[in-house]
């Protein structure tokens, strides 16, 4: 049930991104973002980890933006493993790395804002 949380909030907060960063679409309806959704928790689970703790030393020497860059990272390889995926009328398109980053960041924030207006 957590997961299925995790992917709903994952997905709104795309929708939200692709709505305030032009450079930031999808195609697929809902479809996509759910599934960009799906992807991004599977890697938040998996791989963000591991980023985390062999990047320590710049997360500490930044004072934690360095997360920014990592969110940024897992928004790349969620595009990469649709792209690779190749879903019919399914995709994610971002314009270049300072969307990424943007994005990142709106992510993230629209994410917390999610999980603080749902906590239980």
């Given at each position: 049930m957590r997961f299925l949380y995790l992917i709903v909030t994952n997905a709104f907060a795309l929708f939200l991104v692709s709505i305030l960063l032009e450079g930031v679409q999808f195609e697929g309806g809902i479809t996509a973002p759910v599934i960009a959704g799906g992807i991004i928790a599977l890697l938040n689970f998996f791989v963000k980890p591991i980023l985390k703790f062999l990047s320590?030393?710049?997360v500490f020497i930044s004072?934690?933006?360095f997360?920014?860059?990592i969110n940024a990272f897992i928004l790349y390889l969620a595009n990469y493993i649709i792209f690779v995926m190749d879903i019919?009328?399914?995709a994610m398109n971002v314009d270049n790395l300072?969307?990424?980053v943007l994005a990142a960041l709106i992510f993230g924030v629209a994410n917390w804002l999610i999980h603080w207006f749902l906590k239980e």
């Open positions: 320590f030393p710049l004072a934690g933006f997360i920014i860059i019919e009328g399914v300072l969307t990424y």
